[in-house]
């Protein structure tokens, strides 16, 4: 079943400023005020705004795409340090050796060694079936470089861990985090993942003909 949010591609939907963003009060925060405020005020001052609305949930997997740049990263860190999110996201388990393994820990990294990824799904799952909250963003196409079909992973992950994922999208055209459709419950992937596919039509990547969304 996927409920539509308010966003969609062949409406007007209102921008408006990241700082003007309504979190509920299902979700975990993190971040201090000070560094939400400076972020907001960053990336606003780069032009970027918000359409759509966050879920409102204690546990959920953020899918945020297209990821076709290194910028994808760095403005959705920035999004998160503006809506002050407690939020975890997979890394190579490279990049979590010291000094840098740190940092990217405190940003709520969670290392992945790909060579060893069976049984990831369920570990993960699991993980977030015995965690009284946890936001998990994933980039569903799994590389920068162009892939179709993308990875699913992250939906069975929602379906073992009954989670619901939104649709995120950075939109470098409109300059805009795009909250987008709520899959409250994983059904039918093949079915549902067309649903996404569909969102993510239309949301411009950086190098846009590095995102395939369909054959």
């Known amino acids: 079943m996927t409920t539509p949010s308010s966003y969609s591609a062949n409406q007007n939907v209102q921008r408006r400023p990241l700082s003007q963003v309504t979190i509920g009060n299902n979700v975990s925060r993190k971040w201090p005020m000070w560094l939400s405020r400076f972020a ?3 990336l606003e001052k780069r032009g970027w705004a918000v359409e759509g609305e966050f879920i409102n949930s204690r546990k959920a997997i953020l899918a945020v795409a297209p ?3 290194n910028w994808d990263f760095f403005i959705g860190l920035f999004v998160v340090f503006s809506f002050r999110l407690n939020l975890n996201f997979f890394g190579k388990h ?9 940092i990217v820990r405190r940003l709520g990294g969670i290392p992945i060694e790909r ?12 993980q977030i079936k015995h965690a009284d909250d946890l936001i998990l963003a994933l980039a569903p196409e799994g590389t920068r470089s162009p892939i ?3 990875k699913t992973g992250f939906m069975h992950i929602a379906r073992e861990a009954e989670i619901p994922i939104q649709t995120i999208g950075i939109d470098y055209k ?3 985090i795009v909250l987008g459709p709520i899959i409250h419950k994983v059904t039918n992937i093949d079915e549902q993942m067309q649903t996404i596919y569909g969102f993510y039509d239309n949301v411009c ?3 846009p003909e590095n995102c395939i969304t369909q054959r």
């Open 67 to 69: 990821h076709t740049s």
């Open 205 to 207: 990547a950086k190098y």
């Open 148 to 150: 179709y079909p993308w």
């Open 94 to 102: 490279t990049i979590f050796t010291p000094p840098l393994g740190s």
């Open 115 to 126: 060579s060893k990824a069976h049984g990831v799904v369920t570990t993960i799952a699991t």
């Open 174 to 176: 409109k300059k805009a």
């Open 40 to 42: 907001s005020w960053l």
